[in-house]
């Protein structure tokens, strides 16, 4: 399927061909959630003259508006479209993996889009209005919505919608895409097989979830891998996979459910491996307290522009849990043995970096093991001053001979 084409919808949302009173009379025979024969269902007992063969293309658009993104449902849908933006009404994006494109896709006025996004939004189990203009959310299906409402975008309502993959990729579809370098693949499978402790760092977009989801589908079969998100994106080939998702609070600020709190609730779920999604907040002091008490093999993400910003991102989020950098560095340096940094190259993301996490007299430092050439995405890259320290953590003298190249000096 390719987002092509005209892609209007009426004021009310009804698409093209369809008058907003079907629509009306369709929507009133429906319970909250419905499936596509019983929208045909409606669409048929509502007394809509349309002929045999458009009966199954009205019911689709219909059901698109009714329990899908409306106009916006085709796009989702598309092969290789990874993130739908829309900016107003007549600014409609999508990326398929070479950068943001329009999309033949409109939508009639600012009110369609907010209500779209109010809808969006209701379909979540969460508030979007005038008291509450900003909602971040996962949808069915695993679509992830963030909307906000103006004056906080004075320019309209802004939509973006990123689509989970549709299959996960396995730690050699990364290598043969060239998300990871050539010979690298064995020093990381190897890291996940001596339940090496580490952080997958990245600007966003860069690919930590799809980096982050291959390594753990590289886990013991026989793992209890307790997953902590919010909103939940990771998708691994395991059995057995717990969820835990953090809930926002209510619209009297009562009823949220935290990271942190989620991360100390997952600890007496016996977990084998525990993932916090996004380290962004204090959860980082609980993961850090559970990775140093017997958990070993544990992992997460953390927005980073480089391998080497990690101690500092560390000791910022440490001060939002009440640590201060030297307890931080003690908790960390003991936790986390090893640091994967990805970064996004124009159009493509690609590990980068593998570096080892250590203390010294000036706090926590991460010295290189391998750094890929960016010149040259076939190359296995060169060694940096952490090599032999990631040497010894994946059992050396297996995986050395995996990547060539001379230290750096």
Not at 227 to 237: F, I, K, M, T, W
Not at 334 to 354: C, F, K, T
Request: neutral net charge; glycine residues 12%; aromatic residues 0%.
């Amino acid at each position: 399927m390719t987002p092509s084409g005209s892609g209007v919808t009426s004021a009310r949302g009804a698409p093209a061909g369809l008058s907003d009173d079907v629509l009306v009379r369709v929507r009133a025979r429906l319970p909250g959630t419905t499936t596509r024969a019983e929208v045909a269902g409606a669409l048929a007992a509502a007394g809509t003259p349309l002929a045999a063969a458009g009966v199954l293309d009205a019911a689709e658009a219909l059901h698109a508006v009714l329990a899908g993104a409306g106009p916006l449902q085709r796009l989702l849908d598309a092969d290789g479209v990874t993130d739908v933006l829309v900016n107003g009404p007549g600014e409609v994006y999508l990326d398929r993996g070479a950068g943001l494109e329009r999309a033949a896709v409109t939508l009639p006025d600012e009110a369609s889009v907010r209500e779209l996004a109010v809808r969006l939004a209701a379909r979540a189990g969460r508030r979007l209005d005038d008291a509450s203009p900003c909602v971040d959310a996962r949808l069915d299906g695993g679509v992830r919505l963030h909307a906000v409402l103006p004056p906080v975008a004075p320019g309209g309502t802004v939509l973006c919608l990123r689509v989970a993959a549709r299959r996960g990729l396995c730690l050699e579809d990364l290598e043969r895409l060239g998300s990871v370098p050539s010979g690298w693949a064995r020093v990381l499978a190897d890291l996940v097989r001596r339940r090496v402790s580490f952080l997958v760092s990245g600007g966003t977009g860069s690919g930590k979830t799809t980096v982050l989801a291959g390594l753990l589908s590289l886990s013991d079969p026989a793992d209890r891998v307790v997953l902590v998100e919010d909103p939940g994106e990771l998708a691994p080939d395991l059995l057995h996979v717990v969820r835990l998702e953090a809930r926002h609070p209510n619209a009297e600020g009562a009823g949220g459910v935290g990271l942190d709190e989620l991360v100390r609730q997952a600890l007496r779920m016996r977990p084998d491996r525990l993932v916090v999604g996004e380290c962004r907040g204090a959860e980082v002091r609980d993961l850090l307290a559970a990775l140093n008490t017997g958990h070993a093999g544990g992992c997460g993400t953390l927005h980073a522009n480089t391998a080497g910003d990690v101690p500092a991102r560390l000791v910022a989020l440490g001060a939002l849990a009440g640590l201060d950098p030297a307890a931080l560095a003690v908790q960390a340096a003991s936790a986390v043995q090893v640091v994967l940094h990805l970064d996004r190259e124009g159009h493509h993301r690609r590990l980068v970096e593998i570096g080892v996490l250590r203390r010294d007299d000036r706090g926590l430092v991460v010295d290189a093991a391998l750094r890929a050439d960016r010149a040259d995405p076939a190359s296995p890259g060169t060694r940096g001053p952490g090599w032999p320290a990631l040497a010894q953590l994946v059992d050396g003298h297996a995986a050395a001979g995996q990547v060539h190249g001379r230290p750096s000096p």
